[in-house]
């Protein structure tokens, strides 16, 4: 059976309530080890409890080892739980203030302490607001000889560099790690490369002296690096003594060399490595880059399809490029629409090409006009279902019933006034054919 801190009254411990039942024999010792089992056992419980997000029932039990009702005092284990249990949750200040408290009862920070406020003050909802606690944990844990751990330093450097420290902050914590001969990690590298991706200017440079850093101590690269120094070229200006390079990723090899790197050292692209990649290569090798995305049967995803029709014209792109479009990129260029004329027009080009657009891509056309509370668009795309005879399915007639539903008569929109009969006329409509012989019913296209 499975022990719950339900199970237990915050005195004792000796016993199951209702189960007059003694604890397993290992756990009658001596009383200094009885004491031991006893308080961790209540830590494991406050592990559990932050786990399933129940971080005020953890801070309870904290508060009973605090108030002296306990067998025993609070330890810094306690507190560490709870300082990463807060930061984990992005409440930084609520972390801080446990660590005041450990200090209060002459508690020593150990290692886990700073790399959990280092953790805690980086994932702030601002994280520049706690650049000056970093700033005094910082001085703090220099001054303490017994802190020498490479993952509290990696922390350490993440937090300079999301708390937007000067730009040569992170790499004097970097320099202070060699000379404690603290082994670097991919982990290092990478929130090294983050800092670069913050120098505009110098930014591409620093980068790549931190690679040949990284590859000289034969540290593994893997995705997140590559997607980091992606992100490098990305952020960055090309520097002045780049003469010979006329687009950012040539800085790598090209394209193709690049993605043969990866192979050779098999590693996937994923989503945002195709994505980075969009933005350092030519106009002309877009189409390339989409064929090679779907060769590795990377999932070109609605932020990618939407960042690139940002920038470029994605049908010329998949047009020039011999991508022949299917089902799903019109799925996902639906998600994309924000206006009649274009919801209409990604409905014409899926006929051009010999698509039936399916209850998916007209769904996904209804919801994107109720996002934007786009009643000419709710219109033209139910209007189009029925003139060409497609019968919308449950999920279609659900988006078009929130449509009416949020049709306000006091709107000055006269196409948002109009809704409710339209929608009767077409409800009508959609019945009717329903009806018909076989031959001249409605088409149900699978999704």
């Not at 309530?17 to 961790?40: C, D, F, H, I, M």
């Not at 284990?77 to 660590?99: C, D, E, L, R, S």
């Not at 992170?170 to 983050?194: A, G, I, Q, R």
């Not at 994107?368 to 786009?374: F, K, L, Q, V």
Request: aromatic share 8%; charged share 25%; proline share 4%.
């Amino acid at each position: 059976r499975r022990i719950l801190m339900e199970d237990y009254n915050f005195e004792r411990l000796d016993k199951i309530p209702g189960r007059n039942k003694r604890l397993p024999s290992y756990l009658r010792r001596t009383e200094k080890q009885k004491l031991r089992v006893y308080v961790a056992q209540y830590i494991g419980f406050m592990v559990e409890q932050t786990r399933i997000h129940r971080l005020e029932k953890a801070m309870e039990i904290l508060r009973k080892f605090n108030s002296g009702k306990m067998k025993a005092p609070s330890n810094s284990v306690m507190h560490n739980v709870m300082i990463t249990a807060y930061g984990k949750h992005n409440m930084p200040n609520q972390a801080f203030k446990i660590y005041n408290q450990m200090k209060k009862r002459g508690l020593e920070p150990t290692d886990r302490t700073f790399t959990s406020l280092f953790n805690a003050f980086a994932s702030a909802p601002v994280p520049s607001s706690q650049l000056e606690r970093v700033y005094k944990m910082q001085k703090i844990m220099e001054a303490n000889e017994n802190i020498a751990n490479a993952i509290t330093y990696n922390a350490l450097i993440q937090a300079l560099v999301k708390c937007e420290a000067e730009m040569d902050e992170p790499f004097e914590v970097y320099d202070t790690m060699k000379m404690k001969k603290l082994e670097t990690d991919s982990y290092t590298y990478c929130y090294l490369l983050k800092a670069c991706s913050k120098d505009k200017k110098n930014g591409i440079n620093k980068a790549l002296k931190v690679w040949e850093e990284m590859l000289l101590n034969e540290v593994p690269n893997n995705i997140y690096s590559n997607n980091m120094l992606l992100q490098v070229l990305r952020n960055c200006d090309l520097p002045p003594d780049q003469t010979n390079i006329e687009n950012k990723i040539d800085i790598l090899g090209g394209l193709k060399a690049f993605l043969d790197k990866l192979a050779k050292e098999k590693i996937k692209p994923n989503i945002t490595t195709f994505d980075l990649l969009s933005y350092i290569i030519p106009y002309e090798q877009l189409g390339d880059l989409i064929k090679i995305a779907m060769t590795h049967k990377v999932d070109l995803d609605v932020a990618f399809m939407n960042s690139l029709l940002r920038r470029q014209n994605l049908f010329k792109i998949l047009l020039t490029s011999g991508v022949e479009p299917n089902q799903k990129t019109y799925q996902i260029l639906a998600s994309c629409v924000t206006c009649k004329s274009s919801g209409i027009k990604l409905l014409n080009d899926m006929t051009l090409v010999g698509l039936q657009p399916n209850n998916y891509v007209y769904s996904t056309l209804l919801k994107a006009g109720i996002n934007n509370y786009d009643y000419p668009l709710i219109t033209a795309v139910m209007k189009h279902m029925n003139d060409v005879d497609i019968y919308p399915n449950d999920v279609v007639l659900h988006v078009v019933r929130t449509a009416l539903k949020n049709v306000s008569k006091n709107s000055s929109s006269k196409s948002v006034r109009q809704f409710p009969e339209f929608y009767a006329s077409w409800e009508k409509e959609v019945k009717e054919k329903r009806g018909r012989p076989d031959k001249e019913a409605m088409q149900i296209v699978p999704d």
